[in-house]
């Protein structure tokens, strides 16, 4: 069993321990945090071990996972200094490219990039991954697996790793349901019935989609009749930027990634 460590005790850590506990397969887990409070509590949540020092918990790792800010990286792997053994490194710190985190550890560290959804607290989660050249399958397959272990999972090329970061985020659909059970609010509807009618707007509708074998469009036709509510609804949205707003946050959100990768 391979020791998996992770530097970074912070939500998406608490994330993925919530779904691995969900997994059949074990893992020997440790977290190291600069928060002993923090560590206290995803002992008594998850059953992970702990280490508050940082060169102890990176010591007792076959499996590196850098779970900090990405303004973060560079100063914990200074931190870290040079690894004297092979070591297989994941880090999920958006828009820091592989050749950055490779500089940082030297030679011996392996290293994938992986961007896992917080919505793998639920076993749902959707993770892509990048891995350096040469990774071995070996490599590839334990990181392919311990990803799977809590949802589905994608490799892409690095190159596309913030395109795809900005636009799969769970961020989306919360906002989406926030904005939307607020308008109607607004239209009359009470908080409860605003909020059951906007999610199934969003996540049943969608469900509908991935597990079905109708196109997208053909179920935007379907659910949009010309002359009703459902059309002049989207007229109305797109009318009033819609598009050009979706499109706005994206490229603010590729903008950040590139600014994480200058550092």
Same mark, same amino acid.
């Given at each position: 069993?391979?020791?998996v ?7 998406i850590?608490s ?8 997994d059949? $397969?074990k893992h020997?887990?440790?977290?190291h ?5 923090? !560590?206290?509590k !995803?002992r ?5 071990s702990? %280490?508050?020092d940082l060169h102890?918990a ?10 900090v ?6 100063? #914990? #792997?200074?931190?870290i200094?040079?690894?004297?053994r092979?070591l #297989?490194?994941?880090?999920?710190a958006?828009?820091?490219p592989? $050749?950055? #985190?490779? $500089?940082?550890?030297g030679?011996?560290v392996?290293?994938?990039?992986a961007?896992?959804?917080p919505?793998?607290r ?9 891995f350096?050249?040469g990774?071995s399958?070996?490599?590839r397959?334990?990181v392919?697996e311990?990803f ?6 994608? %490799?892409i090329?690095e ?8 636009t799969?985020?769970?961020s ?7 904005t939307?059970s607020?308008a109607a609010q ?8 605003a ?7 969003l996540?049943?509708?969608i469900?509908?989609?991935r597990?079905? %074998?109708?196109?997208? %469009?053909a !179920?935007l036709?379907e659910a949009?009749t010309?002359g009703g ?13 819609y598009?050009?707003?979706? $499109?706005a946050?994206v490229?603010?959100?590729?903008a950040?990634?590139r ?5």
């Open positions: 069993m391979k020791p460590v992770f530097l970074g005790g912070g939500r850590t994330a993925m321990l919530a779904g691995l506990r969900l059949k $397969r020997r887990l440790v977290v945090d600069r928060h002993l409070d923090k !560590l206290r !995803l008594r949540q998850y059953g992970a702990i %280490e508050t102890k990176v010591t007792q790792a076959d499996v590196l996972i850098i779970a800010r990405p303004t973060s990286v560079r100063k #914990l #792997l200074q931190a200094g040079k690894v004297p092979p #297989l490194a994941v880090s999920l958006a828009g820091v592989l $050749r950055v #985190l490779q $500089r940082g550890l030679a011996p392996r290293w994938t990039r961007m896992p959804s919505v793998c639920s076993g749902r989660g959707l993770t892509a991954l990048a350096s050249k990774m399958l070996r490599d397959k334990f392919q311990f799977a272990s809590f949802g589905q999972v994608v %490799e090329p190159s596309k790793f913030d395109a795809f970061t900005v799969f985020s769970c989306h659909g919360y906002h989406a349901l926030a939307l607020k607004a239209a009359g509807l009470d908080r409860k019935s909020l059951m009618a906007a999610a199934h707007a996540a049943d509708g469900t509908a989609w597990d079905g %074998e109708e196109s997208l %469009e !179920l036709e949009a010309p509510t459902a059309a002049a609804t989207m007229a109305g949205q797109n009318l009033a930027g598009g050009r707003a979706v $499109r946050g490229q603010a959100g590729l950040r990634g600014a994480n990768a200058r550092g």
